[in-house]
């Protein structure tokens, strides 16, 4: 079965370091892959996604994620955390049949 | 703005009552989905509507019911809630770039 797994439910970084929050998933098939992010009392919205074709994937905010097949893994990074990337971040795959699978969440706390 | 519209924000409900989420997109998508949050536990799908006229159970369906009334609209309704029906329940609509999501609704059964 298709599944999903961040680590790490909370990450702290300093303000100006590099965010790095980390996801794993199991599929039978090629996967589609994206992140999320969830300000407070806001729905997800879209950060970036892998579909086919180059594996590191830049998104909004200066967040890029890279695909290593042979890892199966999906970690996001980011060079330099600022005050305003505090927010709730979601690891998903796509496994057909119009489901999607999503981690559990990596809430990133920046420090000043 | 395009998007998704979902209400009511905030709703409480007594153990046994029934209440209808609504939801509306107007970005003209054909599938639509439910989900609903709880802590440490991501998204998980209740139903989903690939298109007009079809819906589908997803991960968590039991005490839920849909409609999809039409292309742009697509309900949740909880027949006599429960406390385990807490939680925050978001409404989605997908296309080829992925998901967007309503602001949620957040919901306390007690």
């Known amino acids: 079965a298709q599944s999903v797994t961040q680590l790490g439910s909370h990450v702290s970084v300093s303000e100006g370091a590099l965010v790095l929050l980390r996801c794993n998933y199991s599929s039978s098939v090629p996967p589609y892959l994206f992140w999320y992010v969830q300000y407070p009392n806001q729905g997800l919205q879209l950060l970036l996604k892998?579909?086919?074709?180059?594996?590191l994937v830049k998104g909004i905010n200066g967040f890029e994620a890279e695909f290593k097949k042979s890892e199966t893994s999906f970690h996001l990074t980011k060079p330099s955390a600022h005050m305003s990337d505090a927010a709730e971040y979601f690891c998903?795959?796509?496994?057909?049949?119009?489901?999607?699978?999503f981690g559990a969440g990596t809430r990133l706390f920046v420090k000043a | 703005n395009a998007g998704v519209t979902q209400t009511p924000k905030f709703q409480v409900l007594k153990t046994g009552q029934s209440m209808t989420l609504q939801c509306a997109q107007d970005m003209n998508h054909n599938s639509m989905y439910w989900y609903r949050q709880d802590p440490g536990m991501g998204l998980r799908l209740i139903y989903y509507s690939a298109s007009e006229g079809t819906t589908d159970k997803g991960e968590v369906p039991n005490g839920y019911n849909v409609s999809r009334l039409n292309k742009r609209e697509f309900s949740l309704r909880l027949e006599s809630a429960a406390p385990s029906q807490t939680s925050v329940y978001f409404c989605?609509?997908?296309?080829?770039?992925?998901?967007?999501f309503g602001s949620g609704t957040r919901l306390t059964v007690v």
């Open positions: 892998y579909t086919t074709g180059a594996t």
């Open positions: 989605a609509s997908i296309d080829s770039y992925g998901y967007t």
């Open positions: 998903a795959v796509y496994t057909g049949g119009f489901k999607t699978i």
